[in-house]
């Protein structure tokens, strides 16, 4: 790591990364993806910046520098403005995802918990399996929302009103910009960011996991 560090201060941005590719396995997946988020920032190719610091994110790598880095992205990229909602749908998407950041598990442990102490108080099985059944939905919920296919947008393409280019195009998607997107064979179709609705093509995508 120390000479990614020392390549990235000489703004040897591509030799670190490849010395990064090279050394992927011997590099827990966080901070691979934080410093790989690193580099495609320093080189402002800010939509692969964003995609890997996001997964980041995901595998549990998060600290100050992280975040600091990953604000620097999005406000380099504009996402507030691009990922601005526009309907009912996107306030809904955007809810739930913030929503499985912790706060989904954290409430289903304090249902369990305080529901618990009712429990052994009334020693009732019915308010037992029902504490059970409102846990279990409120995991399955997470889990859900957890399992949704998003992805960020690295290179920036067309939309299309149908899944194949002989329908009419759209506005182009911007790079950076995160989307939910269901497949059908080569294309996609963005459900999220409602102002991109249409299909792209399965490419130019790094699918968060």
């Not at 960020?152 to 995160?178: C, D, K």
Request: hydrophobic fraction near 45%.
């Amino acid at each position: 790591m120390k000479t990614v560090e020392a390549l990235y201060v000489q703004k040897d941005f591509a030799k670190a990364l490849q010395t990064l590719e090279a050394n992927k396995s011997k590099i827990s997946p966080g901070l691979w993806h934080y410093n790989m988020g690193t580099v495609y920032a320093g080189m402002k190719e800010f939509g692969k910046a964003r995609f890997h610091l996001l997964q980041a994110e995901r595998e549990g790598f998060v600290s100050k520098e992280s975040e600091q880095n990953l604000e620097v992205v999005e406000s380099a990229l504009d996402t507030t403005r691009l990922e601005k909602p526009l309907a009912w749908s996107d306030y809904a998407v955007r809810g739930a995802m913030i929503a499985s950041e912790g706060i989904l598990s954290t409430l289903a442990l304090f249902i369990l918990i305080a529901g618990m102490i009712g429990v052994l108080k009334k020693k009732s099985l019915a308010l037992f399996s029902a504490l059970t059944v409102f846990v279990l939905l409120i995991v399955g919920v997470d889990f859900w929302i957890n399992s949704w296919p998003l992805a960020v947008v690295t290179t920036p393409q067309g939309i299309q009103e149908g899944p194949s280019a002989i329908f009419a195009s759209r506005e182009e998607l911007p790079s950076g910009v995160l989307v939910l997107a269901t497949h059908k064979g080569e294309w996609r179709k963005i459900l999220y960011p409602s102002r991109y609705q249409g299909w792209i093509k399965n490419t130019g995508l790094e699918e968060l996991k």
